[in-house]
């Protein structure tokens, strides 16, 4: 007996089969997970020594004396990043031609376009946790308490998914997996150029500049108040509104380039 | 009500510099229950025409309908009445027969017990039920066409759309997947395949579209085909070019291959004393001669000019006419 499944019906099916896909590659996982281990290392064994408790009463001391909480924010931001490999996993699909099979059967364009998505989502809030568990072993403590960790961490995730739009964007609209990785690129501007090691205020000239331009800034610095300085609402929106603005943004670009490529020739 | 009718359906390719006709007048209808194919070389506009009855390109003019469904205006409806295995149909290689076969029945609808019974039917129609509970990236090449060909079958087709179903597989491949065809057609499923293989429409086929270059150049029965060539094929060799060329202004209507005229007359084989008599007698020395029944191949350079790559010549031939034709 066949009847017409719902759209999450075959929304899980699809992600299902992403999922499989993934798990039965986890050496394709291991690289970005490593990247932000790395930078939580190595930025605070670097200038945690600087920066953290022995700058207490100095000009310095804006970790107020615990480095990690500081630098935390930058690893998650890099780990949400991971949400680009969306992208890959639908132009893999388009260049294997399982896109075209699926575009022959009656099911939702859009299930086609989302599953991927989500894949990627579900990687972003696996690899945050992940960091942040790294953190707290090192000694992470948000200022706002336990919760502090939750808020960083569906900040990451709206953020992910941001990327994972304009991933899935780029990947469609170039059609090659080597465009998907190209698109990548975005990540360098975005971590670096933001108060990615010192606040905002200790910026100068054009750095200053770009990094008010920057959305990655205000998720950073949002993700920071709540680790350092407590319950600081504006600031705290500010980075809510970026990492929204931003995915609702990539997300528009992803349906455009989507529907184009769904679209019959 | 016919299977699938097409009426004189074109497709063009807008580039920023160019346009190209893909398709340019298509024809043909096919009963429910026959094994309809379409034969011609690569760029023939075959692939472009399969892709324009599965809804997965737009046609640009003309009209096509499957099972009385329209395929511009009820795709929906179309494609839940067809099975397509394209050429570069993909599968996902990380994953085993068994889930995708599971799977795809979900995607269909079916319940998840229905579903596992319909892998479990499947993978036994296309003889992969040892192979299930592998990943499909350690299966040889027709092991998975022949899965392509069970996940083209989830929804019991009533239609199904083949494109080049054995291109590059081996011999015994390619005869284990023509016998799943056969049976398939044999239990009511109509089958649309695109080939470049004279051999394998002239075994498979019930009905055969030869198509070049975007239009059908002739349609029939293998049988049809080859009687339109008038008789049997008479071909000569020549060791020499100068008889060769000589032999020319003999044989009227004759076709050239390599060191061979070729002539298509009634009663070849009776035939055969006096060509070769009037060409002794001009000083013509023959190294062979040999009469036969026409093939696909005759009618395929017949109705285009050339042969098929991979048929018995394989390149495209110089047309020479005798010249007192």
């Not at chain 1, 500049?209 to 504006?234: F, H, K, L």
């Not at chain 2, 394998?200 to 049809?224: K, M, P, Y």
Request: negative net charge.
């Amino acid at each position: 007996m066949i009847t017409k499944p719902s759209f999450f019906i075959q929304l899980g099916i699809l992600t299902k089969r992403l999922i499989l896909r993934v798990l039965r590659r986890p050496l394709a996982e291991l690289p970005n997970i490593f990247i932000s281990a790395f930078f939580l290392f190595v930025y605070d064994g670097a200038l945690g020594g600087v920066f953290g408790g022995t700058a207490s009463g100095t000009p310095f001391d804006f970790a107020n004396g615990n480095f990690v909480n500081f630098i935390l924010p930058v690893s998650i931001v890099s780990a949400s990043l991971s949400g680009a490999a969306s992208g890959i996993y639908l132009v893999e699909d388009i260049e294997s031609g399982v896109f075209k099979r699926y575009q022959s059967m009656p099911i939702s364009r859009w299930v086609i376009i989302l599953a991927p998505m989500i894949v990627g989502a579900i990687r972003v809030l696996l690899q945050a946790s992940l960091i942040m568990l790294i953190g707290k072993i090192i000694g992470a403590d948000p200022a706002v308490g336990t919760v502090g960790f939750l808020i960083v961490l569906s900040l990451a995730f709206i953020w992910g998914m941001g990327f994972a739009g304009y991933s899935v964007a780029a990947g469609v609209k170039s059609g090659s997996s080597q465009g998907a990785q190209a698109a990548t690129f975005l990540f360098f501007p975005a971590i670096f150029l933001a108060p990615t090691f010192v606040p905002r205020e200790a910026l100068k000239g054009w750095l200053e500049t770009a990094a008010a331009y920057n959305p990655t800034t205000y998720v950073i610095e949002s993700m920071r108040s709540v680790m350092v300085e407590g319950w600081v609402i504006d600031v705290l929106f500010r980075g809510y509104l970026a990492a929204g603005i931003f995915a609702a943004i990539t997300l528009f670009f992803a349906v455009i380039s989507a529907r184009k490529a769904t679209e019959k020739a | 009500m016919l299977a699938v009718e097409v009426k004189n359906i074109k497709k063009t390719f807008k580039t920023k510099k160019d346009t190209v006709e893909a398709v340019k007048d298509v024809s043909f209808s096919v009963e429910k229950g026959e094994i309809f194919g379409l034969l011609g070389p690569n760029g023939a506009g075959k692939s472009t025409t399969i892709l324009m009855l599965t809804t997965l390109l737009r046609i640009t003019d003309g009209e096509a309908t499957i099972l009385g469904s329209d395929v511009a205006t009820e795709d929906k409806s179309v494609r839940e009445k067809i099975g397509v295995a394209l050429q570069d149909t993909g599968i996902d290689n990380i994953l085993t027969g068994r889930e995708l076969f599971f799977s795809t029945a979900r995607l269909w609808g079916y319940s998840t017990k229905d579903s596992e019974t319909r892998t479990n039917e499947l993978l036994e129609l296309v003889g992969l039920t040892e192979a299930a509970d592998r990943r499909v990236k350690t299966y040889s090449g027709g092991m998975k066409r022949r899965l392509d060909l069970g996940l083209s079958l989830v929804n019991s087709p009533e239609i199904l759309f083949l494109d080049e179903p054995t291109t590059g597989l081996d011999p015994g491949s390619r005869r284990v997947l023509w016998d799943e065809i056969k049976r398939l057609r044999d239990r009511g499923v109509t089958v649309i395949l695109t080939t470049q293989y004279l051999e394998e429409a002239d075994e498979l086929a019930d009905r055969i579209a030869i198509i070049d270059e975007g239009l059908v150049v002739a349609e029939g029965t293998s049988d049809q085909l080859k009687a339109s060539i008038g008789g049997d094929v008479i071909t000569f060799s020549f060791s020499n070019k100068l008889d060769l060329e000589n032999a020319k202004k003999i044989l009227n209507d004759c076709k050239q291959e390599g060191n061979d005229l070729r002539i298509t007359v009634q009663d070849g084989a009776g035939k055969i004393p006096s060509f070769v008599n009037e060409l002794t007698a001009n000083n013509i020395e023959i190294e062979a001669v040999s009469a036969s029944k026409p093939t696909l191949d005759d009618v395929f350079l017949k109705v285009t000019g050339y042969r098929l790559e991979g048929s018995e010549t394989s390149t495209k031939s110089e047309e020479v006419f005798g010249e007192n034709q």
